[in-house]
């Protein structure tokens, strides 16, 4: 479809434009990609469905403020930085010289750190169930996740809505034991993986049963 192919690309040229050029109006946009403002603001409104963009009011001289466009983090981590390029050729180097077994051992080890390390700073036996999930939605935030959780039936649903390490699982998944042994270490029980966006998902989920939270909170009163 070659229509499709073409839409693709221009959206392309405006988040590589918003990258080079940091904030941007439409004007400035329709000039940099070569094409009529009203397109724009059609592509734009697109981008920002998708969390690729943001906008805010700025002051620009006398007058009414302008509208400027930006790339969200998502929209930043669309491209990969300088930093994702080394700590790429890194994992590249450690699997060349090291087993697989050896590979996973490390990344579990480093998440078992971290995880015990946050376990460590909070009194989880006098927080609920859900009062924990709040909290590891709190720290996979302060990650660069963006997370959402909610109760289904005899189970709760832990989505990543966006993943900072999406680029770099693409070629070593292995680095997806960090958020799924943090979230079983704060909640106590193993969590199951049922969806993942390295298999095309459109964003990974996580499953634990809700009768633990009945265990926890008989544990806590007693």
């Known amino acids: 479809m070659p229509g499709a192919n073409n839409t693709k690309s221009t959206r392309e040229r405006v988040l590589r434009t918003l990258l080079k050029q ?10 940099a990609v070569d094409i009529n403002p009203i397109s724009v603001r059609h592509h734009i409104a697109k981008l920002e469905a998708q969390g690729l963009v943001d906008s805010e009011e700025e002051r620009h001289g006398v007058g ?7 790339l969200s983090e998502t929209g930043r981590e669309h491209f990969p930085t300088r930093y994702m390029r080394l700590t790429i050729r890194l994992l590249q180097q450690l699997k060349q010289e090291m087993s697989p077994e050896i590979v996973n051992e490390l990344f579990s080890h480093m998440a078992e750190d971290l995880a015990g390390g946050f376990a460590n700073s909070f009194k989880l ?30 189970q709760y649903h832990i989505r990543e809505v966006s993943c900072p390490y999406f680029h770099i699982g693409q070629n070593h998944p292995e680095v997806c034991t960090i958020d799924r042994i943090l979230i079983s270490t704060m909640l106590e029980v193993p969590a199951e993986r049922i969806k993942c966006v390295l298999d095309g998902d459109t964003h990974c989920t996580y499953v634990v049963p809700s009768t633990i939270s009945n265990f926890i909170s008989a544990e806590k009163i007693s």
């Open 64 to 70: 009414r403020p302008r509208r400027v466009y930006f």
């Open 125 to 154: 036996n006098h927080l609920s169930f859900e009062d924990r999930l709040n909290l590891v939605k709190q720290i996979l935030t302060e990650e660069g996740f963006e997370i959402e959780w909610e109760r289904k039936g005899d």
């Open 22 to 31: 940091r904030r941007c109006t439409i004007n400035d946009l329709a000039e």
